[in-house]
């Protein structure tokens, strides 16, 4: 069968994504076949198509970019237990910018049903995402002060809620005036334009010159600096993105005076283990239903429109998730 993908001959601009037409074939014995409905925009998809560093090894062109999206099962392969035809789920699988594909069953989770496929579609990587960063790498307890930088994008909005549900002070920066009250109305409780104020003062100010016990940083090159002068000596610098560019060499003995801990993590590591993504997603959708987190999608646009999906997210227009709707 036919299906419309994304298909990217070379790194670039968003004028590098072509829609175009491919085969289909049946799962094979350990795959199930999806007809994807929602399927997620994020910024890793951006560094792909840069070429930029990141959880991707060097492209062999073509490739169809994205890792989420949700949707309905259409076959089944000979040696898939557990799902049936027609069953709601969501995938954590590259090559996720297309109408229906095949993806291993061992990707692929099934959708509680107060879970929409709006949400699990846009979300999930950015929920899989705040699990390990708050309840495995660095496990957030009542009375921590968090740094969350991007507070009022997908990932920020999701980090600051739950952060606050387990008890934070969640101090959180954005770029622009419009996105303060969206922050302050998603779990923080100090809100920082960094474009207009020094944002390592501001913390230091808020919390009595102690610093943070965290900093979750999705900027990278505009912020890192600035963010090892606001944590708290035995902190954490948590660099999980680098939407103004990547962090180059720096030298470690800024690290030294306060003996700060510097990481850079990425969501394969942390699901590659048998059941490890089913245990993150069912953390993800629990925290959903018990009202902790609320990952309103705020933009939603036509998978003929990525290109522009892909500006807007680059060119910090978007707030809350993003996604592609396909239609099928």
């Known amino acids: 069968m036919k299906t419309k993908a994304v298909i990217v001959n070379k790194t670039g601009t968003p004028d590098v994504l072509d829609i175009q037409e491919i085969e289909v074939g049946e799962p094979k014995e350990s795959e199930v076949r999806i007809r994807q409905s929602v399927i997620g925009v994020n910024f890793a998809d951006i560094y792909q198509r840069r070429g930029s ?130 922050a302050l109305k998603n779990g923080c409780d100090y809100v920082i334009n960094y474009r207009e104020e020094n944002f390592a003062s501001r913390v230091l100010e808020i919390t009595s010159g102690k610093g943070v016990d965290v900093i979750y940083d999705a900027i990278g090159k505009d912020v890192f600096l600035d963010s090892l002068n606001c944590v708290k000596t035995l902190g954490f610098v948590i660099s999980y993105g680098t939407a103004s560019g990547d962090v180059e060499a720096f030298d470690l003995q800024l690290l030294h005076q306060k003996s700060i801990i510097v990481a850079r993590p990425t969501l394969r590591s942390f699901i590659s283990a048998p059941g490890d993504l089913q245990r993150g997603a069912a953390a993800f959708f629990e925290a959903i239903q018990n009202k902790v987190i609320d990952p309103t999608v705020r933009q939603l646009y036509p998978f003929e429109s990525v290109r522009m999906a892909h500006k807007d997210l680059e060119e910090g227009l978007t707030t809350g998730s993003v996604g592609l709707v396909s239609g099928v």
């Open 53 to 182: 560093h990141g959880p991707y090894a060097a492209a062999i062109f073509p490739i169809v970019i994205g890792g989420e999206a949700s949707g309905f099962i259409d076959a089944i392969g000979k040696d898939v237990t557990g799902f049936s035809i027609g069953q709601r789920v969501a995938v954590i699988h590259p090559g996720a910018y297309q109408l229906t594909r095949n993806v291993p069953a061992t990707n692929v989770v099934p959708l509680p049903g107060d879970i929409s496929l709006e949400v699990a579609g846009s979300s999930l990587v950015r929920g899989l995402t705040a699990e390990y960063l708050l309840r495995r790498l660095y496990l957030v307890k009542a009375g921590d002060a968090v740094l969350i930088h991007a507070a009022a994008g997908g990932m920020g909005l999701i980090l600051s809620q739950w952060a606050h549900s387990l008890g934070a002070l969640v101090i959180g920066t954005v770029g622009s005036k419009q996105k303060i009250e969206l």
